[in-house]
């Protein structure tokens, strides 16, 4: 998935469905919805967002709003 069309300022807006069967990003109604194994407990869901960006698109991000929400936005520290 191409995911520059959804970046603007160096931000990227995200849903996060946590505790899923698998790491999936996804387009649903042309917003981004991340889909991740983990269980929204002790920040494991967080940290996954983390490293599912670093390891499927190569991009340093972290949580700029959102730590205790679905709705996060996410701030791509480098390109």
């Known amino acids: 998935m191409d ?9 990227i807006k995200i849903r996060v469905i946590p505790n899923s069967n698998k790491n999936n990003l996804v387009l649903e ?24 960006f670093k390891k499927q698109f190569n ?6 709003s959102g730590l205790k929400s679905r709705d996060k936005v996410l701030k791509i520290i480098n390109s």
């Open 3 to 11: 995911i520059k069309n959804h970046i603007k300022d160096n931000l």
């Open 29 to 52: 109604n042309n917003q981004l919805k991340l889909h991740v194994k983990a269980i929204p407990d002790k920040n494991k869901a967080n940290l996954a967002i983390i490293k599912f």
């Open 59 to 64: 991009l340093r991000i972290l949580i700029k």
